[in-house]
């Protein structure tokens, strides 16, 4: 089973247009840890604040075009996690709510 679309031949080279398939996915990723690293903020911060993290590291790992989207996503991860702890310190429970 392949989850990516296949390597691009050498014909891609010739246009630079074409990105190479892991060029694509890493930018995936770093767009989608800063919508998840938003989304985050309001609602499930204790899921998805690590998961923007971990996508926002994957996609700085594997080198992406979106560099500030993927630090944004970063840093949205991060403030998820503190949003937690602050709300928890407050009400004194695993969950917080208005």
């Known amino acids: 089973m ?4 296949p390597a691009a ?3 891609a080279h010739a246009n630079p247009n074409v990105k ?3 060029r694509r996915d890493a930018d995936g990723m770093a767009v989608a840890s800063f919508i998840l ?10 899921f998805l604040g690590p998961i923007a993290i971990a996508l ?3 996609a700085l790992w594997r080198g992406t075009a979106r560099r500030g ?3 944004l ?4 991860g991060i403030a998820d996690l503190l949003v937690l702890v602050a709300f928890m310190q407050i009400d004194s429970t695993l969950s917080w709510s208005f």
Do not use: H, I
């Not at 392949?2 to 679309?5: K, S």
């Not at 690293?37 to 204790?46: P, S, Y």
């Not at 996503?73 to 949205?76: E, Q, S, V």
């Open 9 to 11: 031949s050498s014909t």
């Open 56 to 58: 926002a590291g994957a």
């Open 69 to 71: 989207r993927a630090f």
């Open 2 to 5: 392949q989850l990516t679309a």
């Open 37 to 46: 690293g938003l989304v985050g903020l309001l609602v499930l911060n204790v």
């Open 20 to 22: 190479p398939t892991g």
């Open 73 to 76: 996503g970063l840093g949205l």
